[in-house]
């Protein structure tokens, strides 16, 4: 649990006397040439979430593995997951595919067509707004 008013993050930065953050500028530094300040930068353009699963802390510097170019923060779940996707979008929409027809109630909710579409278009603008506001670095 973290300490009241601090993010994990900072309670982890407190407890350790910052140690995480110079272990993490300094493979930063090495590997994609960014700084710890730069990744906090874009952790808290992204609103302090992983840019895919919007639900967990991003944790890790997610790189392309063509280009070496640094992308965005990520969870490590979703980090590792597009990895073992191998960063193929045909791969990724196959799996969706997959989930979609061989996963039991992913469509048990039974939602009028009309508020389907609404929910649809809402869903379409919040991604949107979302990406639109996130930043990289590097
Ligand atoms: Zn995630």
């Known amino acids: 649990m973290a300490e009241q008013g601090k993010t994990v993050r900072e309670a982890i930065f407190v407890r350790d006397g910052g140690a995480v953050a110079r272990s993490r ?27 895919v699963c919007w639900d967990r802390p991003p944790e890790h510097v997610d790189h392309c593995h063509r280009t070496g170019d640094v992308r965005y923060a990520l969870c ?18 196959r799996a969706l595919s997959y989930i979609e027809a061989t996963v039991e109630g992913y469509d048990e909710v039974e939602v ?13 603008r919040l991604r949107a707004d979302f990406y639109a506001k996130v930043s990289r670095v590097g």
């Open 25 to 51: 500028t300094y493979h930063l530094t090495q590997r994609y040439q960014v700084r710890h300040e730069d990744v906090e930068r874009m952790i808290s353009a992204q609103h302090g979430l992983c840019v």
């Open 76 to 93: 490590l779940p979703c980090n590792t997951g597009i990895g073992q996707f191998r960063d193929d979008p045909g791969v990724v929409r």
């Open 112 to 124: 009028p067509e009309a508020e389907l579409a609404e929910l649809i278009r809402a869903e379409e």
